[in-house]
């Protein structure tokens, strides 16, 4: 199992796919003093006047629109907002840049979008239409806002920390698109906003050090992400992976989830972060812990191997 | 010239192609009160705190990525400066979805993004990268921030108040889009960024009414659509659009400025606002005035003719 799961994340395209961020985000890198976070992180964090705001932007991968776009539109939202729940931030409002090819898709892509607006109360505020395109696409940038204290930062696992997922277990493997993990589209809204929220409630009372909302990368890949842009290493224990009935392990790695989080956290804010996850309707679990040496390492059934070596092969190289 | 202006312009497709924005719209337009405006203006105009911010979103025309990826990324910020600059407010930061299909154009997309990036002075602060796509795109959104009492809207012509473009005569079709009247590659930053800061600057000083950046639909289609939401109409005299040398005014009708405002006065306001224009380095002109009835008309050489009956054929139907 255990090689099988690093030969399969190794190849993982989601995970693969990130290998291009460091090259492209270091031509620019030059920043003014307000902008307190950037990339590596869910969503910018910058200071406005007295304000601290959330910036973030989305694309939606062609694969999904090709596969259906309803749920592509309706996903467009979803990941927005999920970027900001994982910053520990309140949304906003979003803005779109909808490319269409036909009317058919045009109709399929708007009504999952409205779909999800209702669903996750935040309002499309403006953005920019083409109606004339041979490809079909649905980009999505989200404003949000978080208190100064409260923001939690993908940068900032420490040593020592538990590592702990908060995912919500119940749901289905999208008919559509077998990467989603769809825990949203058949539940009522303020359950939804409850889980997405969970992240706030632990931003608030300052019980994580870190944290990420778990994107294309899956769970232990963005976990991995966490880890090497917080220049640490980890063990994570593939047997303590909260894994939902009839589907096999591999897949589930491979998974987007609608509403999951890996945080890392002191042993002592451990039971606490476990005790708020349950309360957002989440299943938390301890999968492993920070370590300083620069590795991700996998261990199940008392064998240890090291899945991704971020001094020689980084996920981003951020 | 009139009929032949009047049959170009309403069958240009900068135009034609603003027609897909009302029916879009109106799926989204449930909105908290803390969103001022949203569809229909530059950038959406949000409450947050004490501080009035201002977010957009632009994707650049697919036609401008084939024709020339360096200009395209370079444009993909210098549009939605442009946008934020239209409102009367400052850029803050810009966030981008970027989807490549090969490497070369990756290098000319993002050199092209770096170059407007510094002369603009404005950070890319965040975004999503697509690696592994049949077809090239860059989506940019953008944060802005305006006082309160200072934005300009697009929707608050009044009846009688004079036409005035605001535009930068000084440059060049750009060789690889014949679309572009590129005003800013060979300027100075803060030549350009002076120009920029023209509607800043109006709005500090409340001169003006209304006011829109002139983009795809062009000097008369962009006034044109600032008339329609603000559901009145207006006489342009074509005599007195400020138009280059060396260029078909055909061609100039349907040009993307580098910078380029369209505002509506008061005849008591005018001077000043042309004083304005001015003194930012652009060429400002009154070329028509703010009328009832909710027509577009366009008069040359003492004959006039109706170019849109915004009653019966709206340009964006908001």
């Known amino acids: 199992m255990l090689d099988k799961v690093i030969r ?10 990130k290998n291009a961020i460091g090259p492209f985000v270091r031509k620019f890198v030059d920043h003014p003093d307000n902008v307190i976070a950037s990339f590596g992180e869910d969503a910018a964090v910058i200071e406005v006047g007295e ?33 900001i729940a994982g910053m520990g931030g309140n949304p906003v409002g979003l803005v779109d840049i909808c490319t269409i090819g036909n009317q058919e898709i045009y109709d399929d892509i708007t009504e999952g979008m409205a779909t999800a607006l209702k669903k996750l109360d935040v309002p499309m505020i403006g953005g920019h239409f083409n109606p004339d395109s041979q490809q079909s696409s649905i980009d999505v940038a989200i404003l949000g806002k978080a208190e100064r204290e409260e923001v939690i930062y993908s940068d900032r ?11 919500d277990l119940d749901g289905r493997v999208h008919p559509s698109f077998d990467l989603n993990w769809d825990t949203t589209t058949m539940k009522e809204s303020e359950e939804v906003r409850k889980g997405l929220n969970s992240m706030k409630r632990l931003g608030e009372k300052g019980l994580v050090n870190s944290g990420k909302d778990i994107s294309n990368p899956g769970l232990i890949g963005t976990t991995g992400m966490l880890l ?13 992976i909260p894994t939902p009935d009839d589907i096999s392990f591999i897949e589930w790695l491979k998974m987007y989830p609608g509403v999951g989080f890996t945080v890392t956290a002191s ?7 476990l005790e708020e996850f349950k309360d957002s309707g989440l299943t938390g679990k301890v999968i ?20 991704f070596d971020f001094e020689t092969e980084g996920i981003t190289g951020l």
Chains 1, 2 share one sequence.
Not at 228 to 240: A, N, R, T, V, W
Not at 267 to 273: G, I, K, Q, R
Request: aromatic share 6%; glycine share 10%.
């Open 8 to 17: 399969e994340l190794r190849s993982f395209e989601g995970i693969k796919r």
């Open 51 to 83: 304000e601290i705001l959330l910036l973030s932007a989305d694309g939606i991968w062609s694969k999904l629109m090709e596969a259906d776009p309803r749920w592509a539109g309706y996903c467009s939202i979803l990941v927005n907002v999920h970027d």
């Open 157 to 167: 696992a420490e040593v020592g920390d538990n590592i702990i997922v908060g995912i």
């Open 228 to 240: 090497e842009f917080s220049k640490k290493g980890g063990l994570i224990d593939l047997e303590e």
């Open 267 to 273: 042993e002592e804010n451990t039971s606490d972060v």
């Open 288 to 307: 492993g812990e920070v370590s300083e040496d620069r590795k991700l390492n996998l261990r199940y059934e008392g064998r240890e191997k090291t899945l």
